[in-house]
């Protein structure tokens, strides 16, 4: 059964102390280190698990090394985090892709580094077909993500929290030159991301750890409940006074009372609420029009007795976050309210698509609702405005076009 992981990067996050989390978590090692000894990089190159202490700690830290004698260097030996020639996207797909891991850990990993790609991009002014990624690009970088998806692969999680992200502060050298901490990169990663500088004046949350975070965190400071199954911490590479440097992940049990949430998709809205008692019912009519074509997902208008025994009216928008500011600008712009109330919520929908259905009156559009687990039709909806549209059309009353718009999805097994 899939699992759950809470990590807290009070310390930050890298690559590698995402991957000692793991392993310190409770994994079969001996799967994970053959699979991921099928990556070939044209260079001899191995990697080690150490149990080490941080602010007295125990922790586990993941080290990857490489012979970069036929590489770059003549008579170097095993060297970690060695300056190698950069590789582009391209080729670190071509890298992952020749490998023997997992069919779905392949695509995380190529998904990550083009989100990677994407945040240097930007970053650079370029397109990722143009970027080389210089140290994301080396050998302990690429090692470090496939090892991270290969982690969760292993230990089947499908979902992931984490609590706010702890970057660092200062300055950090790159082969760009010195460069305030967050790095470019990982400040255009963490776009959208809850993050605090901390106390140390060090980069603690490197590109590859902002990748990991963007790609497999489902939601942000908030908290799991439910069996502990293991935790894991996993460590950084210097030592702090007053903090323990390590990457802290807790796996739980999925409730299966839970499982039939997985055949919805899961999203978090905005609700906006405010009570009127002094305009109009043409008014309010008129605003609701416009609160729609701002972007309002929803809007209930419901009868109330305010204070001092006057009717008005309750107003209850839903929304995404991107249209919060114009829908409330607009409420208290050109409504008569003096305030509004308004949270984040979560809500469960099914997955959508649209499709047509042929009547004796024409094409009438249709709504169709889906289960993400299977993919079965779960119900079939004739669409009001092309109801409304065809039965205009063609002088026919809407509940007639909408009743023969059901029949004709019920002879298809709708």
Same mark, same amino acid.
């Given at each position: 059964?899939?699992?759950?992981?809470?990590?807290?990067?009070?310390?930050?996050?890298?690559?590698?102390?995402?991957?000692?989390?793991?392993?310190?978590?409770?994994?079969?090692?001996?799967?994970?280190?053959?699979?991921?000894?099928?990556?070939?990089?044209?260079?001899?190159?191995?990697?080690?698990?150490?149990?080490?202490?941080?602010?007295?700690?125990?922790?586990?830290?993941?080290?990857?090394?490489?012979?970069?004698?036929?590489?770059?260097?003549?008579?170097?030996?095993?060297?970690?985090?060695?300056?190698?020639?950069?590789?582009?996207?391209?080729?670190?797909?071509?890298?992952?892709?020749?490998?023997?891991?997992?069919?779905?850990?392949?695509?995380?990993?190529?998904?990550?580094?083009?989100?990677?790609?994407?945040?240097?991009?930007?970053?650079?002014?370029?397109?990722?077909?143009?970027?080389?990624?210089?140290?994301? @690009?080396?050998? #302990?970088?690429?090692? $470090?993500?496939? +090892?991270?998806? &290969?982690?969760?692969? *292993?230990?089947?999680? /499908?979902?992931?929290?984490?609590?706010?992200?702890?970057?660092?502060?200062?300055?950090?050298?790159?082969?760009?030159?010195?460069?305030?901490?967050?790095?470019?990169?990982?400040?255009?990663?963490?776009?959208?991301?809850?993050?605090?500088?901390?106390?140390?004046?060090?980069?603690?949350?490197?590109?590859?750890?902002?990748?990991?975070?963007?790609?497999?965190?489902?939601?942000?400071?908030?908290?799991?409940?439910?069996?502990?199954?293991?935790?894991?911490? @996993?460590?950084? #590479?210097?030592?702090? $006074?007053?903090? +323990?440097?390590? &990457?802290?992940?807790? *796996?739980?049990?999925? /409730?299966?009372?839970?499982?039939?949430?997985?055949?919805?998709?899961?999203?978090?809205?905005?609700?906006?609420?405010?009570?009127?008692?002094?305009?109009?019912?043409?008014?309010?009519?008129?605003?609701?029009?416009?609160?729609?074509?701002?972007?309002?997902?929803?809007?209930?208008?419901?009868?109330?007795?305010?204070?001092?025994?006057?009717?008005?009216?309750?107003?209850?928008?839903?929304?995404?976050?991107?249209?919060?500011?114009?829908?409330?600008?607009?409420?208290?712009?050109?409504?008569?309210?003096?305030?509004?109330?308004?949270?984040?919520?979560?809500? *469960?929908?099914?997955?959508?698509?649209?499709?047509?259905?042929?009547?004796?009156?024409?094409?009438?559009?249709?709504?169709?609702?889906?289960?993400?687990?299977?993919?079965?039709?779960?119900?079939?909806?004739?669409?009001?405005?092309?109801?409304?549209?065809?039965?205009?059309?063609?002088?026919?009353?809407?509940?007639?076009?909408?009743?023969?718009?059901?029949?004709?999805?019920?002879?298809?097994?709708?």
């Amino acid at each position: 059964m899939p699992n759950n992981l809470s990590i807290n990067p009070l310390s930050g996050i890298s690559g590698d102390m995402f991957v000692g989390a793991l392993l310190d978590s409770g994994i079969d090692q001996k799967l994970f280190f053959n699979l991921l000894k099928t990556l070939d990089f044209g260079v001899d190159w191995s990697c080690s698990v150490e149990k080490v202490s941080r602010n007295t700690i125990a922790a586990t830290k993941f080290s990857v090394f490489w012979d970069a004698k036929k590489h770059e260097h003549e008579g170097t030996h095993l060297n970690k985090r060695h300056s190698e020639n950069s590789r582009n996207l391209k080729d670190i797909t071509k890298i992952i892709e020749k490998s023997g891991l997992p069919e779905n850990v392949r695509k995380d990993s190529v998904e990550i580094f083009r989100l990677l790609a994407e945040a240097e991009g930007m970053v650079h002014g370029k397109s990722i077909d143009e970027l080389h990624f210089h140290e994301l @690009g080396s050998i #302990d970088s690429v090692v $470090d993500i496939c +090892a991270a998806a &290969l982690a969760i692969y *292993i230990i089947d999680i /499908d979902n992931v929290v984490c609590s706010t992200v702890v970057t660092g502060s200062g300055t950090v050298k790159t082969c760009h030159g010195l460069m305030p901490v967050p790095a470019p990169a990982t400040a255009e990663l963490l776009k959208g991301i809850p993050v605090a500088s901390g106390k140390i004046k060090k980069e603690l949350t490197t590109p590859t750890g902002a990748a990991l975070l963007k790609y497999y965190v489902n939601e942000f400071e908030t908290s799991l409940s439910g069996e502990i199954l293991s935790q894991g911490f @996993g460590a950084g #590479d210097a030592e702090f $006074d007053g903090l +323990a440097n390590v &990457l802290s992940a807790r *796996i739980y049990k999925k /409730d299966s009372s839970k499982q039939i949430l997985d055949q919805y998709l899961h999203e978090e809205v905005c609700v906006i609420e405010t009570n009127i008692d002094d305009m109009t019912s043409e008014g309010i009519s008129a605003l609701t029009q416009e609160l729609f074509e701002l972007g309002a997902l929803d809007i209930v208008v419901l009868p109330a007795i305010m204070k001092k025994g006057r009717m008005g009216y309750f107003i209850q928008i839903l929304c995404k976050k991107d249209c919060f500011d114009s829908i409330i600008e607009y409420l208290l712009a050109e409504s008569t309210t003096f305030g509004v109330r308004w949270r984040n919520e979560k809500r *469960i929908i099914f997955k959508r698509s649209f499709s047509t259905v042929n009547t004796e009156y024409g094409e009438v559009k249709v709504k169709i609702a889906h289960s993400l687990q299977d993919k079965k039709k779960i119900k079939v909806i004739p669409e009001y405005e092309s109801c409304v549209k065809v039965a205009k059309k063609n002088g026919i009353s809407f509940q007639k076009m909408y009743s023969i718009a059901r029949e004709k999805i019920s002879s298809h097994g709708g």
